[in-house]
């Protein structure tokens, strides 16, 4: 049997799955467990990469290592920006995507070089959370470390560069060799100096984010979908992948699905084969993990909106979906704008969350907890509007992260979206995407390894969710 394995650094935890390339089945060990590992990232929004490195380490050994593994592949969240000095060594803690502090830095670049232009340059438009936008502030608040910065990569490329052997000298096998950090387009094209049309980076664009010149700068080498690069001891490693990007891999997803998933962001995104540029920075035009483009929308508050409603109310998530659940459509008037920490999208970096129609009458457990729901779900729902708006069919959504297993989340969203709802079956689908790219580079070939569903929920639009929540936008 060959194996491939699949990394899944997210911004709360290292997942690793180790699978079967044939069938893409988890493997079992010797003693019959799965081969699945996880260990958790701590919290914040910068974070020292040493920690994810750790984590990573242990999150291998808990699948059962990688000695018996013939390709592996990372993914791991969007934008951070990891900056290295000459000789490989990390300059600062990473400033995550979630790290609102750049949301000036964005507004400027957006205003400097324009939006229109910055979306026709690189399918985006500057917010907080991208690469540059972090680059700005570091430059303006920070210069003396934007001065170090000899390179600069993303979580998922400075986690692969460590994975093949590569660090700083007395930290690792082979050395800061800043040149063999790689990359691939999805990853490439959430930093906002990376033109997916043309699968090349904007040296002109990053140069005025860090004000300074940049084609001194190492920017990690983009891969093809297929391509793959020498790990140790023979081991294949691919390109990797944003997040999304890996799920759109490890769901199949194809012309037509549209993807929902709710984990601490909220994201909706389609595979297309046409590039989006959207001016108004709503639709980021980021590329797939394959040969097309990944059209996203994304927004800052999603399960932990429910895990705050859940607290609370003081009960956990199932006794949450039953208080849902017992509440009609509407949630009697009331209505949560979910904007706990600011939002992205809309970009309201300051924003806060409201709770309007509080009535004695509306005001009970059950209403409160299905207003969480339909507010994080109408929010996700404007962003399916968005991507339409770009041309891009839903023939179905494909609803996946924690959150989609609650039998009310599911049900809410077959009356929230106007597009049939299907959940996959749980699994670690950004982790299974890493898997079936590392499948892809071992074998020249993308594997088409099943996907179940756990639930089709009825359709069932109830427009009054809807109008409410847009009534208090």
Same mark, same amino acid.
């Given at each position: 049997?060959?194996?491939?394995?699949?990394?899944?650094?997210?911004?709360?935890?290292?997942?690793?799955?180790?699978?079967?390339?044939?069938?893409?089945?988890?493997?079992?060990?010797?003693?019959?467990?799965?081969?699945?590992?996880?260990?958790?990232?701590?919290?914040?929004?910068?974070?020292?990469?040493?920690?994810?490195?750790?984590?990573?380490?242990?999150?291998?050994?808990?699948?059962?290592?990688?000695?018996?593994?013939?390709?592996?592949?990372?993914?791991?969240?969007?934008?951070?920006?990891?900056?290295?000095?000459?000789?490989?060594?990390?300059?600062?803690?990473?400033?995550?995507?979630?790290?609102?502090?750049?949301?000036?830095?964005?507004?400027?670049?957006?205003?400097?070089?324009?939006?229109?232009?910055?979306?026709?340059?690189?399918?985006?438009?500057?917010?907080?959370?991208?690469?540059?936008?972090?680059?700005?502030?570091?430059?303006?608040?920070?210069?003396?470390?934007?001065?170090?910065?000899?390179?600069?990569?993303?979580?998922?490329?400075?986690?692969?560069?460590?994975?093949?052997?590569?660090?700083?000298?007395?930290?690792?096998?082979?050395?800061?060799?800043?040149?063999?950090?790689?990359?691939?387009?999805?990853?490439?094209?959430?930093?906002?100096?990376?033109?997916?049309?043309?699968?090349?980076?904007?040296?002109?664009?990053?140069?005025?984010?860090?004000?300074?010149?940049?084609?001194?700068?190492?920017?990690?080498?983009?891969?093809?979908?297929?391509?793959?690069? /020498? *790990? @140790?001891? +023979?081991?294949?490693?691919?390109?990797?992948?944003?997040?999304?990007? !890996? $799920? %759109?891999? &490890?769901? #199949?997803?194809?012309?037509?699905?549209?993807?929902?998933?709710?984990?601490?962001?909220?994201?909706?995104?389609?595979?297309?084969?046409?590039?989006?540029?959207?001016?108004?920075?709503?639709?980021?035009?980021?590329?797939?993990?394959?040969?097309?483009?990944?059209?996203?929308?994304?927004?800052?508050?999603?399960?932990?909106?429910?895990?705050?409603? /859940? *607290? @609370?109310? +003081?009960?956990?998530?199932?006794?949450?979906?039953?208080?849902?659940? !017992? $509440? %009609?459509? &509407?949630? #009697?008037?009331?209505?949560?704008?979910?904007?706990?920490?600011?939002?992205?999208?809309?970009?309201?970096?300051?924003?806060?969350?409201?709770?309007?129609?509080?009535?004695?009458?509306?005001?009970?457990?059950?209403?409160?907890?299905?207003?969480?729901?339909?507010?994080?779900?109408?929010?996700?729902?404007?962003?399916?509007?968005?991507?339409?708006?770009? *041309?891009?069919?839903?023939?179905?959504?494909?609803?996946?992260?924690?959150?989609?297993?609650?039998? %009310?989340?599911?049900?809410?969203?077959?009356?929230?979206?106007?597009?049939?709802?299907?959940?996959?079956?749980?699994?670690?689908?950004?982790?299974?995407?890493?898997?079936?790219?590392?499948?892809?580079?071992?074998?020249?070939?993308?594997?088409?390894?099943?996907?179940?569903?756990?639930?089709?929920?009825?359709?069932?639009?109830?427009?009054?969710?809807?109008?409410?929540?847009?009534?208090?936008?």
């Amino acid at each position: 049997m060959t194996l491939v394995a699949g990394i899944d650094s997210s911004t709360q935890s290292c997942k690793v799955v180790v699978r079967d390339l044939d069938t893409g089945e988890i493997a079992r060990a010797s003693d019959g467990a799965a081969r699945r590992g996880r260990a958790a990232h701590p919290d914040g929004t910068e974070v020292e990469p040493r920690h994810w490195w750790d984590a990573m380490q242990a999150a291998i050994a808990d699948a059962g290592g990688l000695d018996d593994v013939a390709a592996v592949g990372v993914a791991g969240q969007q934008h951070g920006l990891v900056a290295l000095d000459a000789d490989g060594r990390v300059i600062r803690p990473a400033l995550l995507w979630n790290d609102t502090r750049s949301a000036a830095a964005a507004a400027a670049l957006a205003e400097e070089i324009g939006a229109a232009e910055y979306a026709r340059r690189t399918g985006v438009v500057p917010v907080a959370s991208f690469t540059a936008s972090k680059l700005r502030w570091l430059a303006d608040h920070e210069p003396d470390n934007a001065a170090r910065i000899a390179a600069i990569a993303l979580p998922h490329d400075w986690l692969t560069w460590r994975l093949r052997g590569y660090g700083p000298a007395g930290e690792s096998a082979l050395g800061p060799v800043l040149d063999e950090l790689i990359t691939d387009r999805s990853e490439a094209s959430g930093t906002a100096y990376f033109d997916p049309s043309h699968d090349a980076y904007d040296r002109g664009l990053l140069a005025h984010a860090l004000r300074r010149p940049a084609s001194g700068i190492v920017l990690p080498r983009v891969l093809a979908p297929s391509g793959s690069v /020498a *790990g @140790l001891g +023979g081991m294949i490693v691919s390109a990797g992948a944003g997040d999304n990007a !890996a $799920a %759109a891999l &490890g769901l #199949g997803a194809a012309t037509g699905d549209v993807v929902v998933s709710i984990g601490t962001s909220g994201t909706v995104f389609a595979v297309t084969d046409v590039p989006v540029q959207d001016a108004s920075g709503t639709v980021a035009g980021f590329a797939d993990a394959a040969d097309g483009h990944l059209p996203i929308v994304t927004t800052l508050n999603a399960a932990r909106v429910l895990d705050a409603t /859940a *607290g @609370l109310l +003081g009960v956990d998530h199932a006794r949450l979906s039953e208080l849902a659940l !017992a $509440a %009609a459509p &509407g949630a #009697g008037g009331l209505v949560l704008q979910p904007w706990f920490e600011g939002e992205r999208t809309p970009n309201l970096p300051d924003a806060t969350a409201t709770l309007f129609g509080m009535t004695l009458a509306s005001t009970t457990r059950e209403n409160l907890a299905r207003a969480a729901i339909e507010g994080v779900l109408c929010g996700l729902a404007e962003g399916l509007d968005a991507v339409r708006a770009h *041309g891009v069919a839903a023939e179905r959504v494909l609803l996946i992260g924690g959150a989609a297993q609650s039998e %009310a989340v599911a049900t809410v969203a077959a009356q929230v979206f106007d597009a049939p709802v299907v959940v996959p079956q749980p699994d670690e689908y950004v982790a299974a995407g890493a898997a079936a790219q590392a499948a892809w580079a071992l074998t020249d070939r993308r594997p088409a390894w099943p996907v179940a569903l756990a639930a089709e929920p009825a359709r069932d639009t109830r427009p009054v969710i809807r109008e409410q929540y847009a009534a208090r936008r």
